[in-house]
């Protein structure tokens, strides 16, 4: 980490390389961490604010900018922010990402990541929005929505265990 935090903060490395250096370092986040991916979303420069959502995913406190980000016409931004709302459970995204999973025509990387994201930011919802995807004629869809809602009903059954817990502790 201490030689991504050299590289990342030597202007004398090309911009690529930084912009790697920083995605490659979040997924183990560190304090300088905010400081940079607040820098390269503040930035003019689109490639330095697609690393910044992507860092999004991986480093808490950007629920803001996150949502910010759904909007974007960037179609790498707009992807990289709803897998980010799905990391972070960001309530706020459901109404934009839920539409996603029930457009037509979108394209299926974004598809996939929605289908992923409805399952965190709602689960006890995500079974009813993503159940007409279980009989789409796409295999890696069918397969991708299963995958969700049963993830969906995991976390559900967690939180069900989870209140029974603290209810015997009481």
Request: charged residues 30%; contains cysteine.
């Amino acid at each position: 980490q201490d030689s991504f935090h050299r590289l990342y903060t030597d202007a004398e490395v090309p911009k690529h390389v930084r912009r790697r250096v920083l995605e490659a370092s979040v997924r183990a986040p560190q304090e300088w961490h905010h400081d940079a991916v607040r820098a390269a979303y503040a930035s003019d420069d689109e490639d330095w604010i697609l690393t910044a959502v992507f860092a999004m995913r991986w480093v808490r406190g950007f629920d803001d900018q996150i949502l910010e980000s759904l909007d974007s016409e960037n179609q790498h931004i707009h992807y990289e922010a709803v897998c980010a709302a799905g990391n972070w459970e960001v309530d706020a995204a459901w109404p934009h990402v839920s539409q996603l999973v029930r457009s037509k025509g979108i394209d299926k990387p974004l598809l996939l990541a929605s289908i992923d994201a409805v399952a965190s930011i709602r689960p006890q919802e995500a079974g009813m929005v993503l159940v007409d995807l279980t009989d789409s004629e796409d295999d890696e869809i069918v397969e991708a929505a299963h995958e969700a809602i049963a993830m969906a009903e995991a976390a559900i059954s967690d939180d069900l265990n989870n209140m029974d817990d603290d209810a015997l502790l009481n």
